[in-house]
């Protein structure tokens, strides 16, 4: 369609595009939909159209000055962008990765250019998220985690990404997070002199910012500043408190500083460990950051399980319903693994708490670190 779409023209067969739900740069990204034996499917859609418009090719062919070479010039960019679809169905089945499902690319008819469409699984961005709802303590460490896992996956098969930020940040229905848009994501070449400096200032390693040779550990440099932010009033570091107003002068300080390697103040609103493993991530040197999305995930979820008791306790402002079980053996359940829990009615005789493992009090029978009991009414 030579990249005109619109809401109800229809792509990759039966998919219907219903609306717009965003733009960028390189493309546009529809709601869809499909309807079979009654049942409504939905699905996102992406179409992106190389070259976007005649001023670009204007443009190019003032440069090549060679007509002739326009298309094989504009379809190296369509190699790029299959490579990246290539890319999304190798990693397609993590639970962390936004889902690829199928793509179709089209060659104008009448012009030079191409129409690149992609069909993924359809979630709600970050930012619009945040809009509407602000994140808990636990949806932070948990953000952490499930982007840990998303790089997990990318080391595997030694991809860096380059762009995390929240734009590129998902949360399914499940409450899980995704990482999304591997547009600019490359696999490792052998030799560093095939990375570039690509990617958000805002959230970009040092290394890369000046033209250094980097590994993986860009990555976990930027999601230490996505978590900075959202620990810290939605500020990067260095900028003015919230609610000051910021100014360009105050983006562009912040970030030679930044750069330049002064050391990152703590996060505002970060408690316990958080402020730590935050700034490690972002460590100016990339030996003093984790070595492995896994070690710093391992981190985050230890600091997940020590607030794990005042959020069960208080889970949007009402007790959580648990059962004290009885447990005959020498030593207390592990409160991983639940030994007999929600098995039954606790038993006069209950000597530890079936949810963190920690020792009754003989009289009252409630637990000596969460608090859990006959009395407040809570099995």
């Not at 990339?286 to 070595?291: E, G, V």
């Not at 208080?314 to 639940?338: A, C, D, M």
């Amino acid at each position: 369609m030579n990249g005109q779409y619109a809401p109800g023209d229809k792509v990759l067969v039966n998919w219907k595009l219903t609306r717009l739900i965003g733009e960028g740069s390189f493309g546009r990204v529809f709601e869809a939909s499909r309807e079979e034996f009654g049942r409504v499917y939905q699905s996102a859609i992406k179409i992106i159209t190389i070259p976007q418009s005649q001023s670009e090719i204007r443009s190019v062919l003032a440069e090549i000055a060679e007509e002739s070479m326009l298309s094989e010039y504009f379809r190296t960019f369509v190699d790029d962008l299959v490579n990246e679809v290539s890319l999304m169905s190798r990693l397609k089945g993590n639970s962390n990765i936004v889902s690829y499902e199928d793509h179709s690319v089209i060659r104008h008819k009448d012009k030079i250019g191409w129409d690149i469409i992609v069909r993924m699984e359809l979630l709600t961005p970050l930012l619009q998220y945040l809009i509407k709802q602000a994140l808990t303590w636990h949806d932070v460490i948990r953000l952490g985690i499930d982007l840990c896992r998303a790089l997990e996956l990318c080391q595997k098969y030694n991809i860096i990404h380059r762009d995390i930020k929240p734009e590129n940040i998902f949360i399914a229905e499940c409450g899980d997070f995704k990482l999304g848009d591997f547009g600019i994501a490359r696999t490792v070449e052998m030799s560093a002199s095939g990375l570039t400096r690509k990617g958000t200032f805002t959230y970009m390693a040092p290394e890369v910012y000046r033209g250094d040779s980097y590994d993986s550990s860009v990555d976990i440099y930027s999601l230490g500043i996505v978590l900075y932010r959202m620990l810290n009033d939605n500020r990067a570091p260095f900028m003015p408190d919230y609610p000051k107003p910021v100014t360009h002068t105050d983006r562009s300080a912040a970030l030679t500083k930044r750069i330049g390697g002064v050391d990152l103040p703590r996060p505002k609103n970060a408690i316990g460990r958080m402020a730590e493993i935050v700034l490690k991530a972002c460590s100016f040197r990339p030996a003093d950051r984790y070595s492995t999305p896994k070690q710093m995930r391992a981190e985050l979820q230890a600091e997940l399980y020590k607030q794990r008791d005042k959020s069960m306790t208080y889970s949007r402002g009402r007790p959580t319903h648990v059962k004290l079980v009885e447990y005959t053996g020498n030593t207390p359940p592990h409160p991983e693994h639940g030994a007999n829990a929600g098995t039954g009615s606790m038993s006069n005789n209950a000597k530890y708490c079936a949810n963190c493992g920690a020792p009754l009090n003989a009289d009252t029978k409630s637990c000596s670190r969460c608090g859990r009991s006959r009395i407040a009414g809570l099995f």
